[in-house]
Nanobody, 123 residues
Framework: QLQLVESGGGLVQPGGSLRLSCAASGFTVDYLAIAWFRQAPGKEREGVSCISSTGGSTNYADSVEGRFTISRDNTKNTVYLQMNSLKPEDTGVYYC????????????????WGKGTLVIVSS
């Protein structure tokens, strides 16, 4: 059973940066796309970014394009989300998920989910 564990969340001031990590265990994620989702208080969960199994393709929500960067290190079974120029509206619980890149782009569900890490952007 694949397990995903997010880390790196916390409190940061507007304009600041955080790097989230998603560590996989149980089996390799070499053949899976990994995505980041977030859920703000009182709002529905939304896709933030996704990276294909090889890292050759990435996708970003319009709201984070140019500020967030997704990357992966398959030797460490880990995916990262570098978040720069953070805004209060980036506040929420960030989840990583594994599955199909096509499913992510199509808005379908991912197969495996972590439990999330909380990001608060506030002065």
């Amino acid at each position: 059973q694949l397990q995903l564990v997010e880390s790196g969340g916390g409190l940061v001031q507007p304009g600041g940066s955080l790097r989230l990590s998603c560590a996989a265990s149980g089996f390799t994620v070499d053949y899976l796309a990994i995505a980041w989702f977030r859920q703000a208080p009182g709002k529905e969960r939304e896709g933030v970014s996704c990276i294909s199994s090889t890292g050759g393709s990435t996708n970003y929500a319009d709201s984070v394009e140019g500020r967030f960067t997704i990357s992966r290190d398959n030797t460490k079974n880990t995916v990262y989300l570098q978040m720069n120029s953070l805004k209060p509206e980036d506040t929420g619980v960030y989840y990583c998920a594994a599955g199909s890149y096509a499913d992510y782009l199509g808005g379908d569900g991912m197969t495996y989910w972590g439990k999330g890490t909380l990001v608060i952007v506030s002065s």
